[in-house]
């Protein structure tokens, strides 16, 4: 089983809807949870990273966690047809990274 | 200031051939890592190189060498390819691994082994 679980979609929404990805994972010990965004043969790119639990927003993009349920969430408002891209969630423990498999959004203009 | 680079960007090789990927960075970073990206599978670690001198395994290290050649340049070995290798590489670097900072990936390999 995989240390951290992402529904790998496709998802596909119109221009202006809200995007809502999430991830759990197993292991306790884990601190940092980030969000990579990752475009087309692209290399991943860091989003947001949040420490422990709460929220943390930047512009359209919120990031969510609840170390309680082990629940890892991204919401981009209003999104765009240049948010379309693959987002990894990912955690860290000590000096490694555990990424999900990817979440492909689509946003349709 | 290039950030992470990684060359060859594609190759195709058969089965048993060898090849090895290079990878640099201009950050000055302690940091080193290799990762692959198959689909549904997402990143998984190769290996990594704490600080110039050490390397250790990561999750699949099974079919592959590696070599922190100095603090800039981490390159990644397949000794003898099976058609299982075949798959993106990325190589990512970060500052230490003392605490946590962001990773940085170069534009990735992608690689076929028939």
């Known amino acids: 089983q995989k240390e951290v679980e992402q529904d790998p979609g496709p998802l596909s929404v119109p221009e202006g809807a809200i995007v809502s990805l999430n991830c759990t994972y197993s292991n306790s010990a884990f601190q940092y949870f980030m969000w990579y965004r990752q475009y087309s043969r692209k290399g991943p790119e860091l989003l947001m990273y949040?420490?422990?639990?709460g929220n943390k927003e930047d512009g359209r993009f919120t990031a969510q966690v609840d170390k309680s349920s082990k629940y890892i969430s991204l919401f981009i408002r209003d999104s765009q047809p240049s948010d379309s891209a693959t987002y990894l969630c990912?955690?860290?423990?000590?000096?490694?990274?555990?990424f999900g498999a990817g979440t492909t959004v689509t946003v349709r203009a | 200031n290039a950030g992470v680079t990684q060359t060859p960007k594609f190759q195709v090789l058969k089965t048993g051939q060898s090849m090895t990927l290079q990878c640099a960075q201009d950050?000055?970073?302690?940091?080193m890592y290799w990762y692959r990206q198959d689909p549904g599978m997402g990143l998984r670690l190769i290996y990594y190189s704490a600080s110039e001198g050490t390397t250790d395994k990561g999750e699949v290290p099974n079919g592959y060498n590696v070599s922190r050649l100095n603090k800039r340049e981490f390159s990644l070995r397949l000794e003898s390819a099976a058609p299982s290798q075949t798959s993106v590489y990325f190589c990512?670097?970060?500052?230490?691994?003392?605490?946590?900072?962001?990773?940085?990936f170069g534009p990735g390999t992608r690689l076929t082994v028939l």
């Open positions: 949040t420490y422990s639990s």
């Open positions: 950050m000055n970073h302690n940091s």
């Open positions: 990912a955690s860290c423990y000590l000096y490694k990274l555990s």
């Open positions: 990512a670097s970060q500052t230490s691994v003392e605490a946590y900072n962001e990773q940085f």
